[in-house]
């Protein structure tokens, strides 16, 4: 019997899931069905949180939401929840033109020629979805055009993809490797949709002088320039990198808005009152959504203006001025710091990421590949020491068995991590003991876990494949793939130390000599900049207990 409706309803602005739900009960098709495609919806505004009033049935507002859920925290299988969004599509097929996950239309004999001669998988995963678009189309190589193209963008959008655009870019890109390379490829020019001028130019855009005198700032800064009057805490490596980025970045708005390159002969040129606004108007405008990072640029040139240039007071105040315009007020989390840790009002949410060590250790044990047993123990240990005691990413990417977890002797198990003054990011050394939990989970590790990981005669307890240290950003992403698999929250390792301050002062609110003893701040200013006024709701609660307490309840 065929499934497909008899009539779609008529799509508005307005087009819930709930309408869906309608459409299916007067589609003809099987009662087995029905049930399947009305589970699939239910599901789906049960994953989200929503009735299915609330949701509306457009593909790419769904997508984007399907693209936020955690299936193994909401307790789906991958494989179930694929199936979820493979009915979902078909019951959205009730209201709306649908395109499907995948063709299912095999590909015409001469896409098959073609698709046989491709080299390389990522080609042929890059080009798939569209040769099953133009098999199913009915259009040939030959006849293949720019047009062709423009249905294929619009079809992408009917999709419940996460990133159409990424798509159709990534295909645009197998398309044209594949031109001229392989016999009887249509030859056609497609332009790669503009996703934004490269505005950071190399050096060779700008005369050899403004390069030396920015080597000359950054030499200062660093400590290597003994001529020059040193600063009182010279800065890392990667923070000389940083800087010597944001010089560039800035002088590249300046020519991106329309000033000759020939005339940035020095870092006085970068920062006179014109050049400072122009800059940041230009990267503010490239950057709307990021007021944040332009104030960093404009911060860091504001202290060459001050200690390399020697600018006087009035200059300093009307370049503070201007950076008060690009954002008054700035001050604490990131909106995007403060979104991710909302859900940490829930209880459900905070033990279920306190949670999570012991969890990812048991999956270990149960898990019958040395290698991902390994990993996920691995990725246990990060996670707890990170919630135990919040020490930044490239301390935790750093700790050496031999030189910075310590166990005194006749300690009982005792660990402490010690890091000296010259590996922090404020110089200040941090000793902290670890509980008791923490050093078991650790031992467990390194006895049972770490020698399936480590190469040669390396100490580090994260372990790289070639020797040495694991990379930072692998280590950083098996933990947010940890926390969004096994918890629903979108996460990164250095939200740990804002869940530390938020634990801290939601169960004490205003204890922020607390809070700065455990994230090592070497100022009080530091922490009530960042969690001033995050405990109002903890506050709340506190005051609503003392109220319901004095009056008996």
Known sequence: MSTKPASRVDISAGTTLADVIMAIGQADLPDRRRQELNSAVRTVAKALGRRVEE??????????????????????????????????????????EMSPGRHLTPLSASWQTLWDRLPTRLQKTRLSRFMHFASAAGIDPKSVTVATFAAFRIHLDATLLKDPNKTYCATIDGFRAARGVIPGWPDVEIARPDRGKLWTLSWSAFPESLRLDTEAWL??????????????????PITRHLREYQIRRFASALVLAGRDPTTLTSLVDLITIGAFAEGLKFLLRNRANKPLGVLNIGGAMKAIARHHVGVDQAWLEAMAKIMRRVDPGHQGLTPKNR?????????????????????LMDLASR???????????????????????PIRMRNLISLDLEKHLRSPKRSGGTRHIVIEGD?????????????????????????????????????????????????????????KHAVWTHTGLAWNPHLFRHFSAKLILDNNPGAYEVARRVLAHRSIQTTTAFYAGHETAAAARHY??????????
């Open 339 to 359: 979104e991710r840790l909302r859900p940490l009002d829930d209880p459900h949410n905070v033990r279920a990421l306190l949670g999570l060590p012991a969890k």
């Open 423 to 479: 590996e922090t990011k404020n110089y200040e050394p941090e000793e902290v003991l670890l509980p008791p939990t923490t050093v078991a989970l650790i031992e467990i590790y390194i006895d049972k876990y770490r020698p399936i990981l480590v190469h040669g005669s390396s100490s580090a307890l994260f372990p790289g494949k070639k020797g040495g240290i694991k990379h930072r950003n692998t280590l950083a992403e098996q933990i």
């Open 544 to 553: 609503d207990q003392i109220i319901l307490t004095l009056r008996g309840k």
């Open 55 to 96: 949701i509306p049935a457009d593909p790419r507002l769904l997508a984007n939401r399907l693209s936020e859920v955690a299936e193994v925290a909401i307790g789906l299988s991958p494989g179930r929840w694929a199936n979820v969004k493979s009915l979902l599509r078909a019951a959205m097929s009730q209201v709306r």
């Open 219 to 236: 030499d200062r800064i660093s400590g290597h320039d003994l001529s020059a009057d040193q600063p009182t805490r010279p800065v890392r």
């Open 367 to 389: 898990q019958h590949r040395p290698h991902a047993a390994a990993l996920l123990a691995q990725t246990a240990v990060a996670i707890e020491i990170l919630e135990m005691r």
